[in-house]
């Protein structure tokens, strides 16, 4: 009973700093939107324990806590997974950038050298 407590307070809580994030913009929706459907299936299999004995034993899971762990562990490897895909997508277009704007303090550089060419010579 006390687990199922704590279990369920924490999700509470957790949803509670999710929908916070996201009134800020602190968390994009896409993110958000993922948590909260996790926080959504977490809550009530927290407070009601057995349905989750019971979803894994129509699964053919041994116990609930078996298939916590396990569709835990896979939820996080695919978070895993998507990071990293948003990480390279971010390094490519921080690479671009770095070189579009290296183009562009070149061309700078240069019309500066020609205007002060310019003026040294009217001078």
């Given at each position: 009973?006390?687990?199922?407590?704590?279990?369920g307070l924490t999700g509470l809580?957790?949803?509670?700093?999710?929908?916070?994030l996201l009134r800020r913009r602190q968390l994009r929706e896409k993110y958000g939107m993922l948590?909260?459907?996790?926080?959504?299936?977490?809550?009530p299999?927290?407070?009601?324990?057995?349905?989750?004995?019971?979803?894994?034993?129509?699964l053919g899971v041994q116990s609930g806590?078996?298939?916590v762990l396990f569709l835990g562990i896979v939820f996080l490897l695919l978070v895993c997974v998507h990071l990293s895909w948003e990480?390279?997508?971010l390094e490519e277009e921080t690479r671009t950038l770095?070189?579009?704007?290296a183009l562009l303090r070149a061309?700078?550089?240069?019309?500066?050298?020609?205007r002060d060419e310019l003026v040294s010579h009217d001078g």
């Open positions: 009973m006390k687990l199922t407590l704590v279990t809580i957790l949803l509670a700093t999710i929908v916070e948590w909260l459907c996790v926080l959504v299936i977490v809550i299999l927290s407070l009601f324990p057995r349905l989750l004995d019971n979803v894994a034993e129509l806590v078996s298939l990480v390279s997508a770095a070189e579009d704007f061309e700078i550089d240069a019309d500066r050298a020609a």
